[in-house]
């Protein structure tokens, strides 16, 4: 089989299985597999596993958190194995891309962060690991979901280049600026003090 270069075309055709693939709206899925109705009908209407949980399954919010992460680690995998690291970043950050914005929900979608996740694991574990802590910990000190998000995506980059993976470091700039952006009414109750801590309504 003759090796697969990095041309424009082979990396457009990355983009888009990166694209459809984190697309799949799971949280949807799994909330009408566990019959707790249409999650656009539930608290926020966002398709990610804050908004599940908030169905009162957290069965259900596990298996979204755990699907949404693995379509951003998948592409990154396939891509990396069939085509290398740059068809693996791109299909990556499309996947990223396609569970923000889902064509087939009307681009949109949820906030990116379990994607997010996933691709870095993918990309580079120890940096996604660090993430992952830092999300933790934040959470742990703060008890707020979307803070640990924000914590976590801007040290993306900084976890990128402290653990020798520079290469990757604009990848992080960019989803998490994507994710400051999705997170900006978050944003707005933070400042005010009124966003929700985790545990409670």
């Not at 396609?98 to 870095?120: E, I, N, Q, S, Y």
Request: with cysteine; aromatic share 8%.
């Amino acid at each position: 089989m003759p090796e697969i270069t990095h041309t424009l075309p082979v990396l457009l055709i990355w983009a888009a299985f990166g694209y459809v693939l984190g697309s799949i709206p799971f949280g949807i899925v799994i909330t009408r597999l566990f019959g707790l109705g249409n999650l656009r009908e539930i608290g926020s209407g966002n398709i990610g596993t804050t908004n599940v949980l908030r169905t009162g399954s957290k069965p259900a919010a596990a298996a979204t958190l755990i699907l949404d992460g693995g379509k951003g680690a998948v592409a990154v995998l396939i891509a990396r194995a069939l085509a290398g690291d740059d068809a693996a970043q791109v299909a990556g950050l499309l996947a990223f891309a396609g569970h923000c914005f889902p064509v087939w929900l009307g681009f949109r979608g949820g906030k990116g962060v379990a994607t997010f996740l996933g691709l870095v694991l993918a990309l580079a574990w120890p940096v996604g690991i660090a993430c992952c802590l830092t999300w933790l910990a934040t959470a742990i000190v703060a008890r707020i979901s979307s803070l640990s998000a924000l914590v976590a995506a801007a040290s993306a980059p900084l976890w990128m280049l402290l653990l020798g993976h520079g290469d990757i470091a604009l990848l992080g700039v960019v989803t998490g600026g994507l994710i400051f952006w999705r997170h900006r009414d978050n944003i707005a109750r933070l400042r005010a003090g009124t966003e929700p801590r985790i545990g409670r309504k």
